[in-house]
């Protein structure tokens, strides 16, 4: 039995170092975004930080690789009452955009006079434990609150789709304050005089799966990552090789699309890479031009879904995308030494084109340049 629970609990000091690994690898696309002009949350990163810095420090501890990380918690607990305002004012900087300087000024310092008065009074272990329940549980009723609130309101068309983009992400990071809201109580529960090393490490091992949720999560939903700008930018990556096909929405939703919308904005960036995935198989076996129909068989995203990403976040109708697919399959196929032994009259056959015309015309509109142009262009490279 000890040998399964030394096993285990390697396994968990594992996954809390690649954790605290993946955390700081996220920190400078955080960063990077901001210079792209995305709003940076700073209390996300605060929480990244800390998150996973002392996990990574912890995990190279562990193996021997380096000393204990100096670390505030380590000297005295009472330091984790800084950390639940923390949580507070990111969710409402998501929510709300942003709070004031004199609210966040306020509740840390009522974090630091806290901590002072158990400091100089030499409040007991069971007082202080008593006092971190009360704190923390004000902080995650607080965050409930605001939570509801914004989800309660009455909102317009632009604040619904803000709305769903954020509800999944936002009801995330509650369900982490409020597993970490446990985890920390226990913590303070379980802590002795001169333990504090060993109280924190068991949290941080214990609390790593949930973070290991967390960082999968983000993985799958990039949007949260980077904005929804900055990810379609990344998705198209438009080159001379590439056409541009995606964009942020510009135009207002129509009011019949609202129901799609309401179901579709918070996975939006999964549809879309999965469409880029199908064309990818496609063009393995480019025999046919595949109907919404049969995309949405391969893909399992409904019709109704597709023709709502089409419509805002594409720059082509659909139609128009079956005619960007072809010349998207001739361009790889000029990459690949196509036109080096066949001709364009050939290509524009192999790419499902009714006229060596029409080919032509579709592809100096997609590409920008004519078909021999463009072999020109990239045999220069």
């Not at 170092?17 to 400078?28: E, K, M, S, T, Y």
């Not at 190279?60 to 800084?82: E, Q, S, V």
């Not at 340049?369 to 463009?374: A, E, K, L, R």
Request: aromatic letters at 18%; charged letters at 15%; a positive charge.
């Amino acid at each position: 039995m000890k040998h399964i629970y030394y096993i285990w609990n390697m396994f968990l000091n594992y996954i809390s170092f690649f954790v605290g690994f993946a955390l700081i690898i996220l920190l400078p696309v955080l960063i990077s975004n901001s210079n792209l002009g995305v709003k940076l949350n700073r209390y996300f990163v605060a929480i990244i930080v800390v998150a996973g810095v002392q996990r990574f420090g912890y995990g190279l501890h562990d193996f021997g690789i380096i000393k204990p990380l100096l670390n505030p918690l380590n000297r005295m607990l009472t330091f984790a009452f800084f950390i639940p305002p923390i949580y507070l004012i990111f969710i409402e900087n998501l929510l709300f955009k942003k709070t004031t300087i004199k609210k966040e000024i306020t509740l840390f310092a009522i974090a630091a006079i806290i901590v002072l008065v158990t400091k100089l009074l030499h409040f007991s272990k069971v007082t202080n434990q008593i006092l971190f329940f009360i704190y923390s549980t004000i902080y995650l009723g607080m965050t409930f609150y605001q939570t509801y609130k914004v989800y309660t309101n009455k909102k317009n068309t632009k604040e619904l789709r803000e709305y769903h983009i954020i509800k999944k992400w936002s009801l995330v990071m509650v369900f982490l304050f409020t597993t970490i809201y446990f985890s920390a109580n226990i913590t303070v529960y379980s802590y002795v005089e001169g333990t504090s090393g060993a109280v924190l490490n068991n949290f941080y091992i214990f609390t790593s799966l949930l973070w290991l949720s967390f960082v999968l999560y983000l993985l799958m939903h990039p949007i949260n990552l980077y904005g929804e700008k900055v990810l379609y930018k990344k998705l198209n990556k438009s080159s001379l090789e590439e056409i541009q096909i995606w964009k942020t929405k510009t135009i207002i939703t129509e009011t019949f699309d609202l129901a799609i919308e309401n179901k579709i904005t918070s996975t939006l960036e999964n549809i879309i890479f999965d469409i880029k995935t199908f064309e990818t198989k496609l063009f393995t076996n480019f025999n046919e031009i595949p109907t919404l129909k049969e995309i949405s068989i391969i893909t399992g995203h409904p019709q109704s879904h597709l023709k709502y990403v089409f419509k805002y976040y594409s720059y082509y109708s659909f139609s128009e995308y079956q005619n960007v697919l072809k010349v998207k399959y001739s361009l790889q196929l000029i990459r690949e030494g196509y036109l080096k032994t066949q001709t364009i009259d050939s290509l524009s056959v192999k790419c499902l084109f009714n006229s060596r015309i029409t080919f032509f015309n579709n592809f100096k509109r997609l590409v920008g340049y004519s078909p021999t142009d463009f072999v020109l262009t990239i045999s220069d490279k």
